[in-house]
């Protein structure tokens, strides 16, 4: 079975710090997904990065970077220089590439980051 | 390209009324996905539906809730009978193909008195 882990359920820092969202997931598949989601507070949610299983390059693009490791199952994520405007829920997210019924998405239960200006 | 658009925005829905949720994918995605996010949780999903048909309703439950994505017009996701356990932001997200990224609507707010 599908599970995400972010064991960070609220991290505070002042602004221009660096932060890391932890993500780890357990899956059987060997070929699978891996997404951020952002969720301000005005509620919607806001794609940030797909990363399929076979890709374990790190992505940087301008002050966010992701770091996947399948090794230790892990897929974090950095914001570098952190903004108030940065302050959200962040979402990690799993989908198993399921042949017969497409895909749903297992999410994590969020981290809440608040950057203090 | 318009995003998903999901309406209404916000319900509010006396115990034992039906509320009926919307979602119009974005321009040429034919697979839609419904989660629901009860407040200070992750998304849970629901059901996922391609053009007339039910593909995958493992997360929906069995009693009052039901799934369309008609031929023509949009999902919907229909609540009868709700109750107060029933209040929360219901998400709908589109992909052109199956297992391509899901984009989301704003999501509707459901609050049942």
């Known amino acids: 079975a599908q599970k995400v882990t972010q064991a960070q359920t609220e991290i505070s820092v002042v602004e221009k710090e660096d932060v890391t969202l932890d993500c780890v997931y357990e899956?059987?598949?060997?070929?699978?997904?891996l997404f951020w989601y952002k969720q301000p507070p005005s509620g919607e949610l806001v794609f940030l990065i797909r990363r399929n299983s076979f890709d374990e390059q790190n992505e940087i693009s301008g002050r966010y970077s992701w770091n996947f490791q399948k090794s230790t199952s892990s897929f974090n994520f950095t914001i570098t220089a952190s903004q108030v405007v940065d302050s959200a829920v962040y979402f990690c997210?799993?989908?198993?590439?399921?042949?017969?019924?497409?895909?749903?998405?297992?999410f994590g239960p969020g981290t809440r980051l608040s950057v203090l200006p | 390209n318009a995003g998903v658009m999901q309406n209404p925005r916000h319900l509010v829905r006396r115990r034992g009324q039906e509320a009926r949720l919307r979602c119009s994918p974005m321009?040429?995605?034919?697979?839609v996905y419904w989660y629901r996010q009860l407040p200070e949780e992750g998304l849970k999903f629901m059901v996922y539906l391609q053009k007339e048909n039910i593909i995958d309703e493992s997360g929906m439950p069995k009693e009052r809730f039901s799934a369309e994505f008609p031929k023509e017009g949009p999902s919907i996701l229909r609540i009868q009978q709700v109750v107060r356990g029933d209040s929360a932001a219901y998400f709908c997200?589109?992909?052109?193909?199956?297992?391509?990224?899901?984009?989301f609507g704003p999501g509707t707010r459901l609050l049942v008195l």
């Open positions: 321009k040429g995605h034919s697979h």
């Open positions: 899956t059987r598949d060997t070929t699978y997904y």
């Open positions: 997200a589109s992909s052109p193909l199956i297992q391509e990224t899901q984009y």
């Open positions: 997210a799993l989908s198993e590439a399921q042949s017969n019924y497409g895909q749903n998405f297992v």
